[in-house]
């Protein structure tokens, strides 16, 4: 053996200490005590009810975690920096409280399987946590919705006024996305809820355990197939990110419309005071921080889910310590996805809509082109004509700085002779009223998707 030149020199003890800090998750895998402890307790009593040990034993061993749960909660749980990981500090406790006996716990169990038990059930209930959050953006968004049933906006394509529609049916897009994350997340809770322990380190126990009932104990629906999948699998992870990315993608686009319209330039809403700041030496402005925060925010929820996609690329089976760095970004995800949603529903409820503003923006611009071109279809012209005419109609109207309300009959019959008084019968109203077809925003069909969104909301089985 090689007696290692470290020995001697004090440079590399004091590099012995940072190696310690180096391989630590205690940290942050602290978090997940309530879940170890679970685990442990299910896993134990497993072990008496199989005769693994004795039952006096097994239930020494409960008492003992049920004592160093209190103790973590209550703030007196003596953490120990130098016993690497929360699985050894709980370990090591029972051991101080209990004496040999607590060794007796891990008798059929690694911290490889140990690890991904907790991660499991740590994700699942996450999982119902953001669900519940998103539940209420979605209420308050049907409340929007409700709100502002009168109100029209200019609706956009390539940022391009484009077709007058509803507030309400714009909010109500919001609703859907948000839906399809309560999807995903239930997506994410079964791919979480596979039971693993059991899988030992690698290749199965050479005890006679019962994993079925370690599984119905913790409340999962199943068992994992293969042991060494079972300890090296993170992909229920990546589904936690991927799913918490793209709903941050969606909050990130909510976002930045509110950012535009509360803008001088919009100015079609005023986000509550709450929810703007001043700016230290503009006395005028009022900064939609939050908005622009839970945007730049969701550029972490990316990151996570391509530094965890990053980790496990390339990983041979079955675990490696490289595993250990799923957390970190996991646990932030999670932080990160739920502060953005705690401030997201009441942010939303404090907005004012300027309908004086969005009013104008429906009136001065052009889009009622399209409606004029239906128009034309309606009196006979194929479509492709009289989307010609309207083009040079709108050329004109542009060169003399008019809105189409502004025209003489006759200035339209210049370039139509189908055009007739009733062209000025077209408004945004008329517009919108007009799109009946189903999804559309005609005000039957947006009241129609009011009353199902409020059903969806109650229906627990999502779709
Ligand atoms: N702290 C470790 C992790 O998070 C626990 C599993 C350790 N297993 C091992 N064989 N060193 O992955």
């Given amino acids: 053996m090689s007696s290692g030149v470290e020995s001697n020199n004090p440079e590399f003890r004091k590099l012995n200490i940072q190696i310690s800090d180096f391989t630590s998750s205690l940290h942050y895998d602290r978090r997940l005590y309530k879940q170890d402890i679970a685990g442990s307790l299910a896993h134990v009593s497993m072990l008496g009810k199989q005769g693994i040990i004795p039952n006096e034993e097994a239930r020494q061993i409960k008492s003992g975690l049920h004592s160093i749960l209190t103790e973590i909660e209550e703030g007196t749980f003596p953490w120990r920096t130098e016993l690497e990981d929360i699985h050894m500090n709980i370990e090591r406790r029972l051991f101080d409280k209990l004496g040999p006996v607590a060794g007796k716990l891990h008798t059929g169990r690694s911290r490889n399987d140990q690890i991904a038990l907790d991660l499991r059930m740590y994700v699942k209930e996450s999982c119902e946590g953001i669900t519940k959050r998103l539940d209420l953006l979605q209420k308050t968004l049907l409340e929007l919705a409700e709100t502002h049933i009168q109100t029209i906006i200019p609706g956009y394509t390539h940022l391009q006024r484009a077709q007058p529609v509803l507030l309400s049916h714009h909010f109500l897009a919001y609703f859907e996305m948000f839906q399809r994350d309560k999807i995903r997340y239930e997506r994410v809770k079964d791919s979480a809820d596979v039971m693993p322990l059991g899988s030992g380190a690698l290749a199965g126990l050479p005890y006679p355990i019962d994993r079925e009932y370690v599984a119905k104990k913790l409340d999962f629906s199943s068992i994992s197939e293969n042991s060494m999948d079972a300890v090296s699998d993170r992909d229920f992870l990546l589904d936690f990110h991927s799913a918490t990315a793209t709903c941050g993608i969606h909050i990130?686009?909510?976002?930045?419309?509110?950012?535009?319209?509360?803008?001088?330039?919009?100015?079609?809403?005023?986000?509550?005071?709450?929810?703007?700041?001043?700016?230290?030496?503009?006395?005028?402005?009022?900064?939609?921080?939050?908005?622009?925060?839970?945007?730049?925010?969701?550029?972490?929820?990316?990151?996570?889910?391509?530094?965890l996609l990053t980790v496990l690329k390339g990983l041979p089976l079955t675990y490696n310590r490289d595993l250990q760095e799923d957390k970190e970004s996991f646990f932030d995800s999670d932080?990160?996805?739920?502060?953005?949603?705690?401030?997201?529903?009441?942010?939303?409820?404090?907005?004012?809509?300027?309908?004086?503003?969005?009013?104008?923006?429906?009136?001065?611009?052009?889009?009622?082109?399209?409606?004029?071109?239906?128009?034309?279809?309606?009196?006979?012209?194929?479509?492709?004509?009289?989307?010609?005419?309207?083009?040079?109609?709108?050329?004109?109207?542009?060169?003399?700085?008019?809105?189409?309300?502004?025209?003489?009959?006759?200035?339209?019959?210049?370039?139509?002779?189908?055009?007739?008084?009733?062209?000025?019968?077209?408004?945004?109203?008329?517009?919108?009223?007009?799109?009946?077809?189903?999804?559309?925003?005609?005000?039957?069909?947006?009241?129609?998707?009011?009353?199902?969104?409020?059903?969806?909301?109650?229906?627990?089985?999502?779709?």
Avoid: C
């Fill in 252 to 307: 990130s686009r909510l976002s930045e419309e509110l950012v535009l319209w509360s803008s001088e330039e919009f100015s079609f809403i005023t986000m509550g005071d709450d929810y703007t700041t001043g700016s230290s030496i503009m006395p005028q402005k009022r900064n939609p921080d939050f908005a622009e925060l839970a945007r730049g925010k969701t550029g972490r929820l990316i990151g996570n889910l391509v530094a």
């Fill in 335 to 463: 932080d990160t996805i739920v502060a953005i949603l705690d401030i997201f529903s009441g942010m939303l409820a404090s907005l004012h809509v300027n309908e004086e503003n969005t009013h104008l923006a429906t009136e001065k611009g052009l889009l009622l082109a399209t409606d004029l071109a239906d128009y034309l279809v309606a009196k006979g012209l194929t479509f492709r004509k009289s989307h010609t005419i309207v083009s040079k109609l709108t050329d004109y109207v542009l060169e003399h700085h008019k809105t189409f309300s502004e025209l003489t009959l006759s200035e339209y019959q210049e370039f139509s002779n189908e055009f007739d008084s009733e062209v000025f019968k077209i408004t945004p109203e008329t517009s919108i009223e007009n799109r009946q077809t189903y999804g559309g925003t005609a005000t039957s069909m947006v009241s129609d998707s009011i009353v199902r969104a409020h059903k969806r909301l109650k229906n627990t089985k999502l779709n």
